[in-house]
């Protein structure tokens, strides 16, 4: 099992910033998903035992936190989302120091820096310093750190900020290939297309909590039933209103309406306003989701059930 979380809480002060987090994962990737200040770097430092858990038990990997925290560092990569090399290093002394400080021995450090460096397609760049790199290579020699000591799970944390579409396609390639070597994949990333091409399941946090654990493909079958889509001919700022009135949620979606029904709300019920109200609808569909708008229907739905601020 990856992880084993029971009522997880983090406290900056009087601050909380982690709310009791349940959750069980088994090995695969997983996505990070949330809006900023929902809390997933304080999960991750957490999980790395670099912050101490203000209440409630976690174990990664099988092992315990805090008391196997060495453990669980030498099994576990992390790539920051911030820069974290000295400029005047090479890549390849900066990578071997970095599988030193897990542990391995400094002639196996060094020969799988080395390894890894080409692994991520920067044998030509080894002995280049760091200061001198682009953001490209900046992110992949990042990437090389976490996976020199050969980890079991790797943290990604923006693995593709700052990146073209083809250097994402590239570093999104690269993580599709480290999934492929047996490791486990943490991907905490704001692109939800990236998380979607990585990611099999996803955690979703929002001001603390969890709001959302599962595979995206059940989310999106979840979220499909309730979402639908309505073309009227050329009333949906009218209809808008009335459903708006009755107590749906309504957006406007280009040429369409989007509606999101919240139990005990039905399709029905909707079709029994559109008929009351003498509107003419065109289309009738349910939403063709993207895990985008999923995600925004969970926050929605999120922020509907949260006590007023
Ligand atoms: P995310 O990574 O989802 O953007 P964070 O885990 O960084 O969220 O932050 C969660 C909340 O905790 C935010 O409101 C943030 O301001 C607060 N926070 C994070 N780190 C600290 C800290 N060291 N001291 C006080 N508050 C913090």
Redesign the pocket.
Known sequence: MLFDLENVQKS??N?Q?LKGITLKIQEGSVGLL?P???????LIKSLLGLLELSGGSASVLGFRLPEDTHKIRQSIGYMPENDCYLPSMTAVSYVALMGGLTGMPRSQALSRAHETLHYVGLGEARYRKLGGFSTGMKQRVKLAQALVHGPRLVFLDEPTNGLDPQGRDEMLDLIGDVKSRGISVVLSSHILYDVEKVCESMIM?DQGELIHFGTIAALKADRQKSIVEIETKEQNEQFAEILKARGFSVQQQGLRLQVRLVAPQTVQGLLDAAIEEDIQVRRFMPAELTLEKAFLSLLDEHAHKAPAA
């Not at 900023?36 to 770097?41: F, H, L, V, Y």
């Open positions: 900056y002060g601050y910033a949330g900023n200040g929902a809390g997933k770097s304080t946090l």
